[in-house]
């Protein structure tokens, strides 16, 4: 499991937070990945041979999947459906920097066919299936229970020494699996702790959809604030909070943590006080191939 990640306060926009600092756990497994596949570094896996996954070209499941794969000699498969032409291949990324880790990263060959398709419906079909370990989009499965529940008991550890009570816990979802497991693990351990979160892909009912996927316990899911959100869309709001904090010395990566500084700024600027902790979840090895399309787009901001 990752080691504990400090706790630091955190001046934002005239609020007092907390800042739970996963980015700065040990790269490759930093952030929220780090918690997700803990169980994948430390798990018994016998026969397994080939770890498969999907997503993204650029995303940080595939850099982290692939450096998973590395350490424990197995073959990444990692499925996109399509890969861009001015995608950034240099090592410091995550498409680069998989293939650096001899990732096999492929298109998928079939027409009018998503990656997760075609992996459920044919790749997993194939003579060596037994030997192949599935891991969904973003670590949407439960093998990411244990470590997500293990970065709960460190939260509530530090709330119980700092005597923080009605602590409430903030952090943008893609999949949703590290807020679910999260808020799970509050809901069964800590009730006084609860999890906030917004959807950075689509609305909030996709967002519930995405949770129901791993758990029919409606009890335990975290409360869904803000309005729907097209992901990896370039917007000059965004990249202004980014460049504030950026200001402030800390980095936070360009997909997510924008969207959800931004709906946080939202809830405390309406009064929502209270005693709350952000979640960087790390994922700045993105930034690399994020800041040139944001300089292009917003030359102007740069200058």
Known sequence: MPSPSPVEPF????????????????EPFSGNKGRKF????????????????????????????AALASRRAWQLEFYVDHIAASIYQGEEGNYGGALALGAQIVTVPEQNMSPREYIESIRLKQVDADACLYVPEGGRCALARAGVHAL??????????RGTADLKV?????????????SEYFYQQHSD???VTCPVVGDGNY???????LSTDNHVYPEVVGDAHHYAKLKREE?????????QGLEFELLYDPCGLLVLKSLLDANAEGNWLYLHQGGLRGNVSMLPRYRRKFAQLFE
Request: glycine share 8%; charged share 15%.
């Open 11 to 26: 001046s934002f926009f005239g609020h007092n937070l907390w800042l739970k600092r996963d980015d700065v756990l040990p």
């Open 38 to 65: 803990a169980s994948l570094l430390t798990d018994r896996f016998d026969g397994v041979q080939t770890l498969i996954g999907y997503g993204s070209a650029q995303s940080n499941s595939l850099y982290s999947l």
């Open 152 to 161: 709960g008991r460190e939260i509530a550890d530090w709330a119980a020494a």
């Open 170 to 182: 903030f952090l943008p979802s893609g999949t949703g699996t590290t807020a679910l497991y999260l």
């Open 193 to 195: 702790i609860r999890v």
């Open 207 to 213: 967002l519930i959809a995405q949770f129901a996927e």
């Open 239 to 247: 990249l202004e909070i980014w460049m504030t904090m950026r200001r």
